[in-house]
């Protein structure tokens, strides 16, 4: 039987969010090392206009790093073929003619578009890029910042109040 339950939380993201007791804080979680490399040449276009938008959204923050890559090709690639496959059934409608000819059918497309998106979702999630994988993350700058950073400022704050 699997892991139940939700999937634990990352140590940095505990403490961005405000996590204090040292119990429910992991000082050697690994952390990957190693910046986001440059964007795959062999995806296609679509999917690379995508890369440019996650990379240009998230790069500064230092969360994307090199571990990270095969995420961030597969994320960028479902998206660029959920958009494909989702402009085709707009054109082709949900229902189309049998193989008889003669009765209408669930459009086949139906089902790539919705295994499409719910990989979307969950990608998106995983990487930071929904509003609910970013609620309570805070920063005085506004940025993402390291776990140990941040538990220096919680630390240092205990000392002075």
């Not at 939700?6 to 505990?14: E, G, H, I, R, S």
């Not at 969360?63 to 998206?79: E, K, N, P, W």
């Not at 609910?132 to 993402?144: K, Q, T």
């Amino acid at each position: 039987m699997g892991r139940r339950g939700p999937p634990p939380t990352p140590t940095a993201l505990k403490l961005l969010r405000g996590e204090t007791r040292p119990s429910r804080i992991n000082r050697h979680e690994p952390q990957p090392v190693g910046e986001l490399g440059p964007m795959p040449p062999d995806i296609s276009p679509e999917a690379q206009a995508v890369w440019r938008h996650v990379v240009g959204t998230l790069g500064h923050t230092g969360v994307l790093r090199a571990a990270d890559s095969d995420i961030v090709r597969i994320y960028c690639q479902t998206v660029a073929r959920y958009d494909k496959t989702s402009r085709l059934l707009d054109a082709s409608g949900p229902l189309i003619t049998g193989a008889r000819g003669r009765e209408l059918v669930k459009n086949p497309l139906h089902q790539v578009v919705r295994d499409d998106a719910m990989l979307v979702r969950s990608l998106a999630g995983e990487l930071g890029l929904t509003p609910a994988a970013r609620v309570g993350l805070h920063d005085a700058n506004g940025r993402a910042t390291s776990a140990s950073t941040i538990l220096e400022r919680l630390q240092a704050r205990r000392r002075t109040g």
